[in-house]
């Protein structure tokens, strides 16, 4: 007997799934989609124990037929295609028939549905693929579809799963990822019965602002433009809203939401050198092409897709976004009395006050944080590494320090030298030690990272913040660590904790510390590009000589190179 075997249905079945459902989150995934593909208008999401336990998601779409119900957890049973060449036009979210049939292979199934046309609805119940019963219920018009223990007979999947925060987390951004997509139906999506986030059927600024919050949602502009290829619209953040990572970036193509490093690219060149380095624009960019211009049946989660013109299509997105940015007048509006959502329902909260203008690191902020730096040094008796001789010569380009030395010639990199600089200073200076903000800095987090917010309060107080919960998920930052001084750019402070939010869960003590001080360091040093006078930079440069490790950044990125007298002159040909 030869060694092949055709494998039966069953095990078929699970390593399909295994595909299309990783965790919680795809669930949520593809039973939205399926209620998106219905025609509802409201679309409610439960999860229990960050969906592990139970997820149910009930919509008010044209539910099914009984006899619909029965095979519809069916492999690669549909009712949107019927050929493969439906798949060149397909516009429905769904279309492989494989979601129903993957996600009741791995867990307990129970359908209730029911039509317009129908009296009475149905129930299936499905328990690891295999069908339990059918059976009429009581139901109003639309469908629940409840997925109770996730991969219970598939163990080895389901150790894989991550903490709860974090498999919430994805689920967030799944529903969120929906909600701009589709703003014209409402979502709401429920975690141990509280609600974690409520997106009403809007206009899609308004979807903006219930998701992410009026500092947001007001720095927006809207973009519209079409070429012969691609309609474009959606909004982008004027050049001084932005981000320290890509998580407010949302791209759909035909209303699919998807993951494109091509589109984050263009859109970014859209914006040319309005944005600072390391910062990414927040943006909702929906962008609609001819179906057959889409291949959507490139992965099995369908959040990739093949585009036969990407090229002229990214062109589209870029000549959109810059068109955007030029209709306004990109001066930062400095809104003293800027008022958040958050507040509304706290008035007697201490919070109601102004936050200041929550614009870019200023330079007299650079300057300060400078100073303090070197007042820091000096007190710093433990030289670490003997001084070698160097001469400052100046500055490149405001972020190259060009010096001499005793055998020829160093640059160093003026960010990742105060960078060193910081960390070493944060990471001595201990941990306790806070500074009372005089005006408490609000934080604006999204829906997944309030959730790991509360996980992470107690390790941000360890190390010397203080802050606040006050209303439903909200936050205020009452005190800093001492070794920031009174840093109150709003902004640094939100990017200095979404930063050590966005790692995830947090492990361990160690790992927690060696997090905020990279990011206090990172963030807290000098920014590329300050211009600094022949002193400060002479001091800096001393005091990257006294760090234990004067070589290399926190990240590990060099922070000198050096060319000695030989080296020179073979570049010149002189040896
Ligand atoms: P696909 O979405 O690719 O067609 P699924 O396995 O997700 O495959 O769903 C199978 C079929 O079940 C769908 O084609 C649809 O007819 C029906 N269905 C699934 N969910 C719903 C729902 N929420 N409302 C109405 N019909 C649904
Ligand atoms: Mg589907």
Do not use: W
């Not at 095979?71 to 979210?93: G, P, Q």
């Not at 009403?200 to 949602?217: C, F, K, N, R």
Request: glycine share 6%.
């Amino acid at each position: 007997m030869g060694k092949i075997r055709v494998l039966d249905d069953a095990t078929i079945n699970k390593i399909a799934a295994g595909e299309v459902i990783e965790r919680p989150s795809s669930v949520v995934k593809e039973l939205i989609e399926n209620s998106i593909d219905a025609g509802a208008s409201d679309i409610r999401i439960e999860v229990t124990k960050a969906g592990k336990k139970q997820i149910r998601v009930i919509d008010n779409g044209c539910g099914m037929s009984k006899e619909d119900a029965a095979v519809s957890f069916l492999k690669h049973a549909t009712s949107k295609i019927k050929n493969i060449d439906d798949i060149e036009n397909v516009r429905t979210m769904g279309f492989r028939g494989e979601a129903l049939s993957s996600i009741s292979a791995v867990a307990r199934v129970e359908i209730i549905t029911k039509t317009k046309e129908e009296l009475s609805g149905t129930k299936a119940v499905v328990h690891g693929g295999k069908l339990m019963g059918v059976t009429e219920a009581g139901a109003a018009d639309g469908t629940i579809v409840a997925v109770e223990e996730l991969f219970y007979n598939t163990p080895a999947r389901k150790k894989y799963l991550k903490s709860d925060s974090t498999e919430l987390a994805h689920i967030i951004d799944v529903v969120t990822g929906n909600a701009l997509g589709h703003n014209n139906v409402s979502f709401t999506l429920l975690h141990n019965g509280n609600e974690i986030l409520r997106s009403p059927s809007s206009q899609l600024l308004d979807t903006m602002l219930h998701i992410y919050g009026q500092e947001v949602a007001r720095a927006m502009l809207p973009v519209y433009f079409e070429s012969g290829i691609a309609k474009i619209t959606g909004f982008v953040s004027k050049p001084t809203l932005t981000r320290g990572s890509l998580d407010l970036q949302s791209f759909y193509i035909n209303d699919r939401n998807i993951n494109s490093r091509a589109i984050s690219f263009a859109l970014r060149d859209g914006y040319g050198t309005l944005l600072p380095k390391g910062r990414f624009p927040v943006a909702v960019l929906k962008i609609y092409v001819d179906t057959g211009e889409v291949d959507v049946n490139v992965h099995p989660t369908k959040n990739q897709v093949r585009l036969s013109h990407e090229r002229e299509i990214c062109d589209t997105v870029a000549q959109a976004v810059k068109i955007a940015l030029s209709q306004k007048t990109l001066i930062p509006d400095v809104n003293l009395h800027k008022q958040s959502l958050l507040y509304e329902n706290a008035p007697d909260s201490p919070m109601v006050r102004e936050t200041g203008t929550g614009f870019k690191v200023s330079m007299k902020d650079t300057e300060r944080r400078l100073m303090r730096t070197e007042r820091a040094g000096k007190d710093d008796r433990k030289s670490k590494l003997p001084m070698p001789e160097v001469k400052v010569l100046g500055q490149v380009d405001s972020l190259y320090i060009i010096a001499e030395t005793k055998d020829g010639l160093m640059i160093i990199d003026q960010h990742a030298a105060h960078e060193r600089v910081f960390y070493e200073q944060v990471r001595d200076s201990g941990r306790s030690d806070s500074q009372e903000l005089i005006v408490p800095v609000n934080l604006e987090l999204e829906p997944k990272e309030k959730v790991l917010m509360k996980e992470c309060i107690p390790h941000l107080e360890d190390f010397g913040f203080r802050i606040s919960e006050f209303g439903p998920d909200a936050f205020a930052v009452t005190a800093v660590p001492n070794v920031l001084g009174r840093l109150e750019d709003p902004e640094l402070i939100h990017d200095i904790i979404t930063d050590i939010l966005s790692e995830g869960k947090v492990k361990d003590e160690t790992g927690i510390f060696e997090r905020v001080t990279k990011s206090i360091a990172c963030r807290g040093a000098l920014k590329a590009g300050a211009d600094c006078s022949s002193s400060q930079l002479e001091s800096l440069v001393e005091q990257l000589f006294r760090t234990e490790n004067p070589y290399t950044c926190p990240h590990g990125r060099p922070t000198m190179v050096s060319f000695n007298r030989q080296e020179l002159d073979k570049l010149f040909r002189r040896s």
